[in-house]
């Protein structure tokens, strides 16, 4: 199986051949990577002889496996431009990723909701990255979807359970996320509000 049909098992197949090329151009090491709970992609910069590295996990639906692989093909931009002399998600990484998802706009590759995401994204420079709310929201629509809420579905003070067993009760929205007490320690764990938990 060449890389063009093994990357449209994973995004919108218009969009593998875009992404195969990258890959070349770049010589880019690609690595399809098991769910990692703290992150949905990597970039890591050529080091002692290694060239790029990209990682993205197979867990994601075809449309955030694909901004996420666009997010990271920015980072590996703006190391080639700038090495590590500007900020990770800063102007010149904003550029980048506008730059690098025209493609996918011009073939029409999104849902209109997961475009409007990406452009409001885009137009606001307060975020720092790709945990923008309104486009991690329109993303979830298209993930398979399991008996799971995300926190801020819950009511406060109602009681869920995580994948892991783990038990919480959600208290009051502090900023960005929730504050929950773990019922089984004790601790206080603070939640984005898109976390997929189990009602009780």
Not at 62 to 87: C, I, R, S
Not at 125 to 143: F, H, V
Request: hydrophobic share 35%.
């Amino acid at each position: 199986m060449d890389k063009k049909e093994v990357l449209a098992q994973y995004m919108p197949p218009a969009a593998a051949p875009i992404i195969a090329k990258w890959i070349d151009y770049f010589q880019c090491e690609f690595k399809i990577s098991k769910n990692r709970s703290t992150k949905l992609g990597d970039y890591r910069h050529p080091f002692k002889g290694n060239g790029h590295k990209i990682s993205v996990n197979n867990d994601l639906n075809p449309y955030a496996f694909l901004v996420t692989t666009v997010h990271e093909f920015a980072h590996l931009l703006t190391w080639n431009d700038h090495k590590n002399k500007v900020k990770p998600h800063g102007a010149e990484w904003k550029n980048n990723f506008k730059r690098m998802m025209k493609p996918f706009f011009d073939l029409e590759i999104f849902p209109a909701d997961v475009n409007q995401g990406i452009v409001s994204y885009l137009n606001n420079p307060a975020a720092s990255s790709c945990t923008d709310l309104r486009l991690a929201r329109a993303l979830k629509k298209y993930d398979v979807q399991e008996e799971t809420l995300h926190v801020e579905q819950l009511p406060i003070n109602s009681v869920f359970t995580l994948k892991d067993g783990r038990k919480f009760q959600k208290g009051e929205r502090i900023r960005k996320r929730y504050r929950c007490t773990c019922l089984d320690n004790g601790k206080i764990y603070l939640f984005n509000p898109l976390a997929e938990v189990y009602a009780e």
